[in-house]
């Protein structure tokens, strides 16, 4: 049992995890840049084109546990407080923030399970078939008013991540062996997702309004809004490919508490039963 433990660590869950994350807004920037036509598709477009590409299904399930892992971190630090964030209001909130996160990525997990079973099934591995079968969240029926609180957390998200940039707070918990453009790096990724983030929380409220599910926009159709202005649409390109550069600089020098969370589990548990 002992050689399980590393596996449960915090640490290799958070650098798995934001290595997958970068892998996928690099591949999305870059699918941005080769095939603008995909680019309405978002993730889908990434799963779609690793499935075509040599061991792509290799490289799909690697991602699927990547994006899991990512996921498991951020809901775990969310619910035992690994990062120390306190029990006050701003640290509850962040924490449901971080929990929000880790379901989000669930999701992703599971539209990319999708994807990499497609790959595998003879009778149905492209096309058509494939994006009938690939559900996001944002597809889930809400009602108008939780559409709306929705909208609302992605421009909640937008702003805690122009002031993360403005403040430097990026780099919490960097190694200072970082390369120096580090911070430079992901100011300019963060920004960019904010900008993404306004556009995608804008069409949740207009569809809230106007009760028309057709105008809610994911990640890759907020990208191609931007597509009828060049330069805005080029320079939100890149801005994703560097903040998914900026998520394996951090899955590289990010210092993660080395806390089996079995263990931490165990003992929060033990700690509330007395």
């Known amino acids: 049992m002992a050689r399980l433990v590393p596996v ?7 650098k798995l995890g934001f290595a997958a994350r970068g892998f996928v807004y690099i591949m999305l920037g870059w699918i941005a840049l080769r095939f603008r036509g995909k680019a309405d598709e978002g993730q889908n477009a ?6 075509d590409m040599p061991a792509g299904r290799a490289m799909l399930a690697a991602l699927v546990i990547g994006l899991l892992a990512y996921a498991v971190y951020r809901m775990v630090d969310a619910a035992l407080d690994m990062e120390g964030d306190g029990t006050a209001t701003k640290a509850i909130g962040k924490r449901i923030a971080h929990f929000a996160s880790g379901l989000a990525y669930c999701s992703l997990a599971y539209t990319a399970a999708q994807y990499l079973a497609q790959a595998g099934n003879p009778k149905g591995g492209n096309g058509a078939n494939t994006k ?3 559900h996001t969240l944002l597809e889930i029926p809400l009602g108008n008013v939780a559409l709306g609180l929705v909208g609302i957390g992605f421009f909640v998200a937008a702003a805690a991540q122009v002031r993360k940039a403005w403040r430097a707070k990026h780099m919490r918990g960097i190694a200072s062996g970082a390369p120096a453009l580090t911070c430079t790096i992901g100011r300019i990724g963060l920004v960019t997702r904010a900008a993404v983030f306004v556009v995608i929380g804008w069409s949740i409220l207009r569809s809230a309004w106007f009760e028309k599910s057709s105008e809610v926009k ?9 597509r009828q202005n ?5 320079a939100a390109a890149f801005g994703l490919i560097l903040f998914g550069v900026f998520s394996l600089l951090v899955a590289r020098y990010r210092v993660v508490p080395k806390v089996d969370i079995v263990a931490r589990a165990k003992s929060k548990a033990a700690a509330l039963g007395h």
């Open 132 to 134: 009938k079968a690939a």
């Open 218 to 226: 994911a990640l890759g159709g907020a990208l191609a809004t931007l």
């Open 46 to 51: 990434v799963w779609d084109t690793l499935r």
């Open 230 to 234: 060049h330069a805005a649409y080029l």
């Open 8 to 14: 449960a660590r915090l640490d290799w869950l958070a």
